[in-house]
């Protein structure tokens, strides 16, 4: 893979649970072991920076996304490669990155939701609270409300699928090897190009 071409970025975006960070964690690694260099940015890890205290309101969240376009643009500008880790569940979003960078890749990782649900109920709490789509879930049935909980992609707002994106993988039954492997081959034939 020629890395030394015109920066590029890429953003695997997607339900939570879907394997979107662990498949944009493994194109890292698998760049820097073909020695392409390559920031990533995680969402999660970014909106704390971005808002200290987030509410997880929509407009938060669109300030959120909006921002990440920003730092992602800022460093292929300084020319360097990125990988974005985040849903980005509205298609304007995606096509706010793909008019500030030039070289931009969408990689939507497909997954039911069920599946999503399964995963990530298995996640411990981290970067993003643990338990979000049963707690988003309990809420939709009660009313209940949940401190600190936001609107959940997949059960309060829909994921908006954009026909544009680059390459398009359904990870629901693959292991993360066989989705890694596609994906890094789109990347091969993505990057070859002028």
């Known amino acids: 893979m020629d890395g030394s071409r015109q920066p590029w970025a890429v953003w695997v975006v997607g339900l939570p649970g879907s394997g979107k960070s662990t ?6 690694a698998r760049l820097a072991g073909q ?12 909106r704390k ?3 200290p205290n987030p509410a997880y309101t929509p407009e938060e969240r669109e300030s959120a996304y909006r921002m990440f376009v920003d730092e992602a643009a800022e460093l ?3 020319g360097n490669n990125v990988i974005m880790d985040g ?4 298609v304007s979003m995606r ?7 030039e070289r931009f890749a969408e990689i939507f990782i ?3 939701l069920p599946e999503a649900v399964r995963r990530e109920s298995a996640r411990p709490g981290g970067k993003v609270m643990a338990g979000l789509y049963e707690k988003a879930l309990r809420r939709k049935e009660t009313g209940e409300p949940v ?5 959940v992609i997949g059960v309060d707002v829909t994921f908006e699928i954009d026909e544009d994106a680059e390459f398009v993988i359904d990870n629901t039954r693959l292991s993360r090897e066989e989705a890694l492997g596609k994906i890094m081959h789109f990347l091969d034939t993505w990057l070859a190009r002028a």
């Open 95 to 101: 096509r706010y990155a793909r008019h500030r960078i």
């Open 87 to 90: 849903s980005a569940y509205k």
């Open 35 to 46: 020695g392409t260099e390559a920031a990533l940015l995680e969402m999660d890890a970014r």
């Open 23 to 28: 498949l944009a964690q493994g194109i890292h």
């Open 147 to 151: 401190r600190g909980l936001g609107d």
């Open 76 to 78: 292929v500008a300084q």
């Open 110 to 112: 497909k997954c039911d």
């Open 49 to 51: 920076s971005y808002f």
